[in-house]
C-alpha cells in the first residue's frame, strides 16, 4: 500500500538488501533536488535504528553519517546548478499530478523570509528542502556561501537524524518492538504531507508570486544583499 511503498522507508530497505546503506544515499540524493514525495527524513532514522541492532544492515555508523550527508550536500549543489541553468522553466511550468506551483511559493515565502538560514531550515522541512536548491541557484546566490549553509544543513539533518535513530535504537523496549516503530515511523512521515495539504486548503495565496517577474525580484534582491544577509546568518 502507501502508493505501492513509495513512502514507506522499511519497503525502500527491504529492497536494496545488502545494499541498503548506498540506496538510502541514492534515495536522499533523488528527494533533496528532484523528487519531493520520498521519505528522506524516515529513511535516515530508519537507517539508523537498523544500524544499531548489527543484522539488517551492517556498516559502521561512521560510514553511514559520511555518506549520507555527502549525499545530501551533492544533492543540493545539483539542485543549485540546475536552478542556475533552467531554474525560471522549471518554476512556471503549469500544476501537474508532481508539481504544484503553490509549494514553489511556499519556497520563495521561505526563502525570502530567512535568508542564508533557509538553506538550512529547509533540511527539516520536506518538500520546501527539495525546492530551495533550485530557488537559490534561480536568485544567483553566490556559490561559496551556498555550499557552506548546505554542508552545515547536511551535517545537522543528515547526521543528526541517523544518530537519533541510532542510539534510540539502543533502547530495549524499542528493540523488542520495532515492528510497531517502524509503523509509527510510517506514520510520522505522512505528518508533514497532510499539513502541506490543510494549510493549503485553509491558507490564502500570497499574491507576491503570481508573477514570475516578482518571484524571481524577490531572490535577486536577496542576493544582492550581502551586508544583510550577513547580519542575518
Known amino acids: 500500500m502507501l502508493l505501492d511503498g513509495l513512502l514507506d522507508p522499511q519497503t525502500w530497505i527491504d529492497r ?30 530508519l537507517i539508523g535504528l537498523l544500524l544499531s541492532q548489527s543484522d539488517e544492515v551492517n556498516q559502521p555508523i561512521w560510514l553511514a553519517c559520511v555518506v549520507l550527508t555527502a549525499s545530501a550536500v551533492a544533492s543540493n549543489v545539483v539542485g543549485y546548478l540546475v536552478g542556475a541553468r533552467v531554474g525560471p522553466a522549471i518554476f512556471n511550468r503549469p500544476d501537474s499530478r508532481f508539481f504544484k506551483q503553490q509549494h514553489v511559493d ?10 542564508n538560514r533557509a538553506i538550512v531550515l529547509a533540511r527539516f522541512v520536506p518538500i520546501v528542502r527539495t525546492f530551495i536548491t533550485l530557488a537559490a ?5 553566490p556559490m561559496k556561501r551556498f555550499v557552506t549553509y548546505s554542508a552545515i544543513g547536511g551535517v ?21 518492538h520495532i515492528d510497531l516503530f517502524l509503523i509509527a515511523i510510517v506514520a510520522v512521515s505522512l505528518l508533514p504531507a497532510v499539513v502541506e495539504i490543510v494549510r493549503a486548503r485553509s491558507a490564502r495565496r500570497d499574491e507576491r508570486y503570481d508573477e514570475e517577474h516578482e518571484r524571481l525580484r524577490v531572490l535577486r534582491d536577496k542576493a544582492n ?3 544583510a544577509d550577513e547580519g542575518d546568518s
Open 16 to 45: 536494496f538488501g545488502a545494499y541498503a546503506l548506498w540506496g538510502v544515499a541514492l534515495i536522499i540524493f533523488i528527494e533533496c533536488w528532484l523528487f519531493p514525495f520520498l521519505p528522506g527524513d524516515s529513511l535516515l532514522f
Open 106 to 115: 511556499q519556497t520563495f515565502a521561505f526563502f525570502d523570509k530567512y535568508g
Open 137 to 141: 541557484g534561480v536568485g544567483k546566490m
Open 156 to 176: 545537522l539533518w543528515a547526521t543528526g537524524v541517523t544518530l537519533a535513530g541510532y542510539w534510540l535504537g539502543q533502547i530495549d523496549f524499542l528493540e523488542r
Open 225 to 227: 544583499e550581502p551586508a
